[in-house]
C-alpha cells in the first residue's frame, strides 16, 4: 500500500494509515480463523472457504474500510453524504480482493496434488488459454464487428469456471478467477467490454457481484468434487480393510446384521445373504448360558469393546471356539 501511493503520488501521511488498515485486515483476519478452529488450511473444503469469506474476511474488510474511510472524512476529501456509498464501496473491494487472491496464495503454496494435475496439463493449458481468449473478446472488447451480442456476454465463464471445477480441481479454478478479474477490471477501467458503463454508472457494483457469484460457484463445485473424492478414497480403504483374515460383523444399534466380510462366511459358513438381518444369536451354541451373553454386552455398552472367547456354532451345526 506504501508503494502503490507513493507511485500514485499520494506519498501523505494517511498512507501509513492505509497501510495500517490493510495489516490490520490481515491480522485480524488470521485472528478469527485460529480462533475459529474450523479452517483447515491443509484439508481445503467448502466449509474452510466460507469460513475464510464469511467469518473471517467480512469483519476484516470492516475494519479496513472504516479505518479508511474516516482517515479521508477527516482529511476533508469526502463529504458527509460520500461516508456510507465509500465505505460500502472500500469494504466490497477488499472483501473482493480477499476471496479471490487468498485462496490463490494459500492453494498455490502447494504444488497440486499428483493426480490429476501431470496428466492433465495440456488440458490445463486449453482450459486457461481458450478462457484466457474468450475473456479477451468479452472483457476487453476484442473482435467486435466479427463475433455477435452472444458471444460477448459474461455467463460463458461460468462455463470455464464449471470445467477447470471438475477436471483442474481448486488450484484450477482461482487461477481462472485471478484471471478474469484482471481482464474484467481492465476492461471496465478502459471502458471496454462487458463492464464497460460499470465504472461510471455502477462503481464497480455489477463487476463485483458478478466475481462474487463465479468464486462462488466455482469454489463451491471444486470443493464439493474434493470431498467427494476424499469419501470414496475412505471408502475404498474401508473397503479394503474389511476384507482382512479376520472375521467381521457390521451391525446397527439393535444388533442386527447389515454386513458381514469373505473371511465370515470362510469361518462360519453363512454367506452375506443368510446373516444380513438375523442377529449375532445365529451363532449361539448351547455352551454359553444367557447370563454370559448378557455380561458381554452389558460390558460392551459400559467400556465400548469385549475382549475374550466364546463358543459359536457353524452353519453345519460344528461348535467352534472364538
Known amino acids: ?79 458527509a453524504d460520500q461516508f456510507w456509498p465509500s465505505l460500502l464501496h472500500w469494504w466490497m473491494g477488499n472483501l473482493l480482493g480477499i476471496v479471490l487472491v487468498t485462496p490463490l496464495v494459500l492453494l498455490w503454496r502447494r504444488w497440486p496434488p499428483l493426480n490429476p494435475w501431470p496428466h492433465r496439463l495440456p488440458e490445463a493449458a486449453l482450459v486457461l488459454g481458450v478462457s484466457l481468449l474468450v475473456g479477451q473478446v468479452v472483457f476487453l472488447g476484442w473482435l467486435p464487428d466479427s463475433l455477435g451480442l452472444v458471444a460477448r456476454q459474461g455467463y460463458w465463464m461460468f462455463f470455464f469456471v464449471t470445467w477447470a471445477a471438475i477436471r483442474l480441481g481448486s488450484h484450477g ?28 454508472n455502477d462503481r464497480f457494483t455489477n463487476l463485483w457481484f458478478y466475481m462474487m457469484s463465479l468464486s462462488l460457484v466455482g469454489m463451491a463445485l471444486s470443493t464439493y468434487l474434493a470431498e467427494l473424492r476424499r469419501s470414496a478414497d475412505s471408502l475404498r480403504i474401508a473397503a479394503i480393510a474389511f476384507e482382512c483374515q479376520e472375521g467381521i460383523v457390521i451391525m446397527d444399534p439393535e444388533g442386527t446384521i447389515l454386513r458381514v466380510n469373505r473371511a465370515f462366511t470362510s469361518i462360519t459358513g453363512y454367506t452375506q445373504d443368510e446373516a444380513q438381518g438375523q442377529t449375532t444369536a445365529l451363532l449361539r451354541s448351547d455352551r454359553h448360558s444367557a447370563a454370559f451373553y448378557d455380561a458381554v454386552r452389558s460390558e460392551a455398552r459400559r467400556c465400548g469393546t469385549w475382549q475374550g472367547e466364546m463358543w459359536h456354532r457353524r452353519k453345519n451345526g460344528e461348535d467352534y471356539p472364538e
Request: aromatic letters at 10%; charged letters at 10%; one cysteine or more.
Open 173 to 200: 479454478v482461482v487461477l481462472l478467477l485471478c484471471m478474469v478479474a484482471v481482464q474484467a477490471v481492465l476492461g471496465a477501467h478502459n471502458g471496454v467490454g462487458f463492464f464497460a458503463n460499470d465504472l461510471i
Open 1 to 79: 500500500t506504501l508503494l502503490t501511493n507513493a507511485w500514485s503520488g499520494n506519498a501523505g501521511w494517511s498512507s501509513p494509515v492505509f497501510a495500517t488498515g490493510n495489516a490490520l485486515e490481515a491480522l485480524i483476519g488470521y485472528a478469527l480463523l485460529n480462533r475459529s478452529k474450523r479452517f483447515q488450511i491443509d484439508d481445503w473444503s467448502l466449509r474452510s472457504y466460507l469460513h475464510l469469506a464469511l467469518q473471517a474476511g467480512v469483519p476484516a474488510a470492516c475494519a479496513s474500510a472504516c479505518l479508511g474511510v474516516l482517515t479521508l472524512l477527516w482529511l476533508g476529501r469526502l463529504g
